[in-house]
C-alpha cells in the first residue's frame, strides 16, 4: 500500500519560516507534489519534484530525497495570507500515475 | 492552466435522494479525476472520468453509487446516489490538461449535505 506522514499543524509569526515534512511509502515513485488550500477553497499546485534536490518559487522551495522517501515545504518570509492546509501527494505506478493525498499540514500564521 | 466550474456549489439532499454534480472545463484536457474530501481532511480519489469509455473507480467507490458521465474533453458529471449521511462530504472535480501532466487543478468543489 501507499502511505504519507505529514504533521497536522504547524503554527508561526509573520515574517518567520516553516518547515512542513513529509514522509512517503510506496513502490514506483515518479514525484512529490505539493498543494496550498485555504478554507473554503479549491488547492492550488505550489510544486512538484521528480529528482533530489531544492526546487525554490518565490518564498516557497520544496526539496525531494528519493533514497530517504522524504520531502519538505519551506515557507520562507510568512505572510498572513499564507495560513492554509498543505498537503503533499505522492504520484506513483503503484497509484497508476495518479496522485495519492497525505493529510494535510494546518499553518496558522500569527501577527 | 485551466479554469474549473462546479454545479450547484452547495445542496442540502434528502437521504436515499440523487444528486449530480457538474464540472466544466474552459479548455479542452486529457485527465479528469473526481476527488471527496471532508472538512479538514485529506482528498480521496473517486474515480477518473475517461471520455468514451466507462470510468475508472478507486478501490471502495463502485459505478452503481457513483456512476461519472463524461461526453467530452471539457465536461463531467458525478452522481451521488441513493444518499446517506454518510456522503455528506465536499466533492472536487479536477483535471490535468495531458497524461505527462505533473500539476493538476481543482474546481472549487460542491458541498454536499444529507440529512
Known amino acids: 500500500g501507499q502511505s504519507l506522514e505529514q504533521p497536522s499543524e504547524v503554527t508561526a509569526v509573520e515574517g518567520a519560516i516553516v518547515q512542513i515534512n513529509c514522509t512517503y511509502q510506496?513502490?514506483?515513485?515518479?514525484?512529490l507534489s505539493w498543494y496550498q488550500q485555504h478554507d473554503g477553497g479549491a488547492p492550488t499546485f505550489l510544486s512538484y519534484n521528480a529528482l533530489d534536490g531544492l526546487e525554490e518559487t518565490g518564498r516557497f522551495s520544496s526539496f525531494l530525497s528519493r533514497s530517504d522517501s522524504y520531502g519538505y515545504l519551506l515557507l520562507q518570509e510568512l505572510q498572513m495570507k499564507d495560513s492554509a492546509s498543505y498537503f503533499c501527494?505522492?504520484?506513483?505506478?503503484?497509484?497508476?500515475?495518479?496522485?495519492?493525498f497525505g493529510g494535510g499540514t494546518r499553518v496558522l500564521v500569527k501577527p | 492552466s485551466a479554469v474549473i466550474s462546479q454545479k450547484p456549489s452547495r445542496d442540502i439532499c434528502q437521504r436515499g435522494t440523487s444528486l449530480t454534480i457538474q464540472c466544466q472545463v474552459d479548455s479542452q484536457v486529457t485527465m479528469m479525476f473526481w476527488y471527496r474530501q471532508q472538512p479538514g481532511q485529506s482528498l480521496t480519489l473517486i474515480a477518473t472520468?475517461?471520455?468514451?469509455?466507462?470510468?475508472?473507480?478507486e478501490s471502495g467507490f463502485v459505478i452503481d453509487k457513483f456512476p461519472i458521465s463524461r461526453p467530452n474533453l471539457t465536461f463531467s458529471t458525478l452522481t451521488v446516489s441513493n444518499m446517506s449521511p454518510e456522503d455528506s462530504s465536499i466533492y472536487l472535480c479536477?483535471?490535468?490538461?495531458?497524461?505527462?501532466?505533473?500539476?493538476?487543478?481543482f474546481g472549487p468543489g460542491t458541498r454536499l449535505t444529507v440529512t
Open positions: 501527494a505522492v504520484r506513483s505506478k503503484a497509484a497508476g500515475n495518479k496522485l495519492t
Open positions: 472520468a475517461n471520455q468514451g469509455s466507462e470510468a475508472t473507480y
Open positions: 510506496t513502490s514506483g515513485f515518479y514525484g
Open positions: 479536477s483535471v490535468a490538461l495531458d497524461l505527462g501532466s505533473y500539476e493538476q487543478y
